[in-house]
Structures are given as C-alpha cells and as structure tokens.
C-alpha cells in the first residue's frame, strides 16, 4: 500500500479556480474508480467527485457544474479542475479509490477560498 500524494492546493479568493493533481501507484490507480474527497473543520470526509476507469463521472450537488475530475491512466495521475471557488470550499482534499480504501490516504492538499 502506497498513500497517494496530492498536490495543488492554495489560498485563492472566491470565484477564482485552482488545479488539483493526484499521482498514485498503478496497483490501485488501475483497477478502481478513483475519487476527490474532502474533509472541512468540525466535518466528516466526503466524496466531492469520482470517475470510472471508462471516464464516467459523478458528483456531489455542492460542486456540480463548477468542478471537473479527470483521470491520465497511462500517468496514473487524478485531477480536480475547481472553478467558480466559494468560502465553503475550503477544505483539505484528498483522493482514493471509490469506495476509498484504508492505507492509501494521503496527506491531502489544503484549500482555502477567501470571500
């Protein structure tokens, strides 16, 4: 088990956009739905995007329309394009597996959206 390492993270004001990228290792990178989770202050983790092996995506209604996940597999690299950012986006960011699994977190990446 190799955590995922994302990156990407920042402090930008509302309605600005930010780029994360998630790199992992292909034994789970290749065979699963990967997914963007994010955990605020005081709050559980959720699950804000996830895409298929195939590219078919889903999102959280929070983030619909303003968020777009991505996948490279020849890479083995996640994306997060978040536009259109608001205060209640700020959070850590991770990505996993969909369902996620135990021993792949990583440390995550910090946003912060300032109105």
């Known amino acids: 088990q190799v955590p995922l390492v994302e990156s990407g993270g920042g402090l930008v004001q509302a309605g600005g956009s930010l780029r994360l990228s998630c790199v992992a290792s292909g034994s789970i990178f290749s065979f699963n739905p990967m997914g963007w989770y994010r955990q605020a202050p005081g709050k559980q983790r959720e699950l804000v995007a996830s895409?298929?092996?195939?590219?078919?995506?889903n999102y959280a209604d929070s983030v619909k329309g303003r968020f777009t996940i991505s996948r490279d597999n020849a890479k083995y690299t996640l994306y997060l394009q978040m536009n259109s950012l608001k205060p209640e986006d700020t959070a850590v960011y991770y990505c996993?597996?969909?369902?996620?699994?135990?021993?792949?977190w990583g440390q995550g990446t910090q946003v912060t959206v300032s109105s």
């Open positions: 895409i298929t092996i195939g590219g078919n995506t």
């Open positions: 996993n597996s969909d369902p996620p699994r135990r021993g792949y």
